[in-house]
């Protein structure tokens, strides 16, 4: 549609951000809302898949598939190394070790000049088009989604539930919780990736606590623990941000004030744990028959 | 030596601010068990606060430091009605983000209102140097003020913690909410109280630093009130002592870090230290590791 000059540049650049937007408020939902571990640090995990990507396609000439590979893996590394030691914190600990250890990527990423320093990488080829982002977009959804539902990620919203209940009936907490960090920074790393390959430049103040904190109040927003409250947050926030955008200081006014109330008024997000399926249209035709066995 | 002596009176002045704020935090986790991520705000604003004082109201030191630590103590009042409260039984994560909120809510309304750019304090007190130890090691009299300012803070902070009657009804309801309740302690009052104490605090801290470093802005929250909340947990969060501990560990290592090492090196030791902290002793130097119940 784009080369048939349909939709205007404008329209493809918020609707692959929409999509990347998704990719990354879906991983983080997987670690947030489905298996209750507080990770504010996703951007760490998405700077390691941008630089990663970026490097492979600016020093290496690789195809775009194996620099997204490349990207998506190291983060996912970067998730188990992170993610061994600190998954024995609770809480409010987590949280901070996640928010300290992004930041420390960050710090490194900006000290070292083979990946341009404080400066940032330019010239990285331009090789998303929509059909990489929602291609992406699908995959992570579609696999985080089969995921959700396996056993695997039943174990994980059991450690939500009550991680010592989950270890008493012979979960291995520790492992699913690693499993499930490590799942999400993959594809933190692949949104970063495809970040990279379409904004064609990135540096490290890109992916600092804020952008942490944007990817947090769409999963915040849409629900802990509901997909399709993500994907409905994702659009929404980047809807808002986009007609925020020249009022820079008065968007992130409007984010806290927005996050506040919804913490206040509806902590349980948009759509709570609940998912758009189909099941509500069978539900309403099986109510009819459900009445009628019971009173049999 | 002389060096060492050196960064080490440094370390113990920025060591100094860093316990003023980690008290804050220490209190406030200890009571409600919440990490108040808006704390480190509560500093700036003590800073600007401090600021408008001697600026525009042209009050002298001592009363621009009583002035910002009670708009500073109203605040934190404020924070903790509005925010914290009608959220006292929700899910840590809940009020975690709202904390969070709170905080960018403070930054960027402040940027919005007073713009991003630094502003200097005016001159409260004539700089001076002193020499110690045959003119190898200086002190300036910022320095001294600071570390005096705390001292004296600090030992008012123990007194009311440990000798008044809210003090103990501070500590009772750190200890046991809900047996404090029963007890008649007003658990409401209680809490204000802390968090207005603990804003108090924070607020000296904002001045003292707005005079020593001269720099006034929005973002000044962030890395210092991050470097004290590494204080509070390294000292044992939640605990009184503990902060002071930490915070002066923190300031002295950071010192020595960046004389004998890099100044690059300055900000990533507070990171360092928390991780190790985190994974060596997450109950932190003076805490007990409780285990968890069911």
Wanted: proline share 3%; with cysteine.
């Amino acid at each position: 549609m784009y080369s048939a000059e349909i939709i205007s540049p404008f329209v493809m650049l918020n609707l692959i951000i929409i999509a990347i937007n998704i990719i990354l408020a879906v991983s983080l939902n997987l670690v947030v809302g489905f298996t209750g571990q507080f990770s504010i640090g996703h951007a760490g995990f998405m700077a390691l898949g941008a630089y990663a990507s970026a490097i492979m396609s600016l020093n290496f000439n690789a195809p775009f598939i194996v620099s997204l590979l490349v990207g998506a893996i190291v983060a996912g590394i970067g998730g188990i190394i992170i993610g061994i030691p600190t998954l024995r914190l609770r809480g409010d600990y987590l949280a901070i070790a996640t928010l300290g250890l992004a930041e420390i990527i960050r710090g490194v990423i900006t000290n070292i000049d083979y990946l341009g320093g404080a400066y940032g990488l330019m010239g990285i080829p331009q090789r998303t088009n929509w059909l990489w982002a929602f291609g992406c977009m699908l995959v992570t959804v579609l696999v985080i989604k089969n995921f959700i539902q396996s056993s695997h990620g039943r174990a994980c919203i059991s450690v939500r539930e009550n991680e010592i209940a989950a270890e008493a009936m012979g979960i291995n907490t520790t492992k699913y919780k690693v499993i499930a960090f490590t799942m999400g920074s993959f594809f933190a790393g692949i949104g970063g990736a495809l970040l990279a390959h379409y904004i064609t430049f990135i540096e490290p103040n890109a992916f600092n606590f804020l952008k942490s904190f944007d990817i947090l109040v769409m999963v915040v927003l849409g629900g802990q623990g509901s997909l399709t409250g993500s994907v409905v947050a994702a659009i929404v926030l980047t809807l808002i941000s986009t007609f925020l955008q020249s009022l820079a200081e008065l968007r992130l006014i409007i984010y806290a004030i927005i996050l506040i109330l919804v913490m206040l008024f509806r902590p349980q997000g948009l759509l709570g744990t609940h998912e758009l399926s189909f099941k509500l249209l069978q539900r309403k035709r099986g109510v009819s028959h459900g009445s009628h066995s019971a009173d049999a | 030596m002389n060096e060492f002596i050196q960064q080490l009176i440094n370390g113990i002045s920025v060591g100094s601010i860093y316990a003023l704020i980690a008290l804050g935090y220490t209190m406030v986790y200890g009571i409600i068990k919440l990490i108040n991520f808006a704390h480190g705000d509560v500093y700036m604003l003590g800073a600007f606060a401090g600021l408008y004082a001697t600026l525009v109201l042209k009050m002298s030191f001592v009363p621009a430091l009583i002035f910002s630590m009670i708009v500073c103590a109203i605040l934190g009042i404020i924070i903790e009605r509005l925010a914290y409260r009608p959220l006292r039984n929700s899910p840590k994560i809940v009020i975690l983000i709202t904390a969070i909120g709170v905080s960018l809510f403070l930054e960027y309304t402040t940027m919005f209102f007073l713009g991003p750019q630094p502003r200097a304090f005016p001159e409260v007190f004539k700089h001076a140097s002193y020499t110690l130890l045959g003119g190898k090691v200086t002190i300036s009299n910022q320095e001294i003020l600071i570390i005096a300012v705390t001292v004296i803070l600090m030992i008012l902070l123990q007194y009311i913690v440990h000798n008044t009657k809210i003090g103990k009804a501070m500590r009772a309801v750190s200890y046991d909410m809900q047996a404090a309740r029963l007890m008649g302690i007003n658990v409401d009052t209680t809490i204000s109280i802390t968090f207005a104490l603990g804003s108090a605090l924070a607020a000296a801290a904002g001045v003292l630093v707005g005079i020593y470093y001269n720099k006034v802005f929005p973002l000044m929250g962030i890395m210092f009130g991050l470097k004290a909340f590494v204080s509070a947990v390294l000292g044992g969060i939640g605990i009184i002592p503990g902060a002071m501990a930490g915070g002066f560990i923190l300031g002295i290592t950071e010192s020595l870090v960046s004389g004998y090492g890099s100044s690059l090196y300055r900000d990533p030791v507070a990171f360092v230290i928390l991780i190790i902290i985190l994974l060596v002793k997450p109950s932190g130097l003076f805490g007990k590791n409780v285990r968890e119940k069911v």
